[in-house]
C-alpha cells in the first residue's frame, strides 16, 4: 500500500488569526480524506540566516524546517504582502531552504489571501526565491482567493464553502505533481 501524501503548510505571517493562517485552516478540514496536511509553527523561532550557520550541525529549528520540506510530498505557502514583498521573516524561512536541497524538485504553491489587486509584490519575490531553490512551482494550483474576515469561523477556517472547495481543488492538484510512493507488496 502506497503511503499517504503528506502537504506541509506554511504561514508567511506571524500575527495570531491572520487571513493566512486561516486559509492554511481550512486546507487542513477540507484536505481529501487520505492527505496528511502539516501546519508549520515555527517561522517566529527561526534564527536569521547566516551562511555560516547554514552547515551541519544546522540550528535545531532549521533541521526541524528542512526535516519537514522533505518528508512532505508537497508544500502550500500562504504569505501576506508587507511593504510590497514578503514580510522579512517568512523571506528569511525562504533563504534557509536556498541552501538545502530538500524542496529541489518539489510540488509548490502558494495562494493569495489580500484584497483584489493587491499581494503581486509578495507573488514575484516567491516565484523568484523558489526559483533559486529548484521547486517545482505548480502554476494552476497558484490562485487567489481574497478572504472576507466575517466568513471566519470560531476554529478560525473559513466557512465559504466556495472557498473550501478551492483550497480542495488546489491541494488535489499538489498531490497530483507530488511523487507516486511505490506499492510495497506484503
Request: contains cysteine; negative net charge.
Amino acid at each position: 500500500m502506497s503511503k499517504p501524501p503528506v502537504i506541509l503548510l506554511l504561514s508567511g505571517s506571524l500575527r495570531t488569526g491572520s487571513s493566512n493562517e486561516s486559509v492554511l485552516r481550512t486546507a487542513r478540514a477540507v484536505a481529501p480524506p487520505r492527505t496528511r496536511t502539516v501546519l508549520y509553527d515555527g517561522l517566529a523561532a527561526l534564527p536569521h540566516f547566516n551562511p555560516d550557520d547554514d552547515t551541519h550541525p544546522l540550528p535545531a529549528p532549521v533541521a526541524e524546517l528542512r526535516a519537514l520540506i522533505s518528508e512532505a510530498t508537497a508544500v502550500l505557502i500562504c504569505a501576506p504582502e508587507y511593504a510590497g514583498t514578503l514580510p522579512g521573516s517568512f523571506k528569511n524561512l525562504l533563504d534557509w531552504t536556498v541552501g538545502g536541497t530538500e524542496i529541489c524538485d518539489k510540488p509548490v504553491a502558494w495562494i493569495n489571501a489580500a484584497a483584489p489587486g493587491r499581494g503581486q509584490g509578495a507573488e514575484a519575490t516567491l516565484r523568484t526565491v523558489l526559483g533559486y531553490t529548484g521547486a517545482d512551482i505548480v502554476e494552476a494550483a497558484c490562485v487567489r482567493i481574497p478572504v472576507d474576515r466575517g466568513t471566519v469561523g470560531g476554529d478560525g477556517a473559513i466557512t465559504d464553502e466556495r472557498v473550501r472547495e478551492q483550497l480542495r481543488t488546489v491541494l488535489v492538484l499538489l498531490e497530483a505533481r507530488g511523487p507516486e510512493d511505490p506499492v510495497q507488496n506484503s
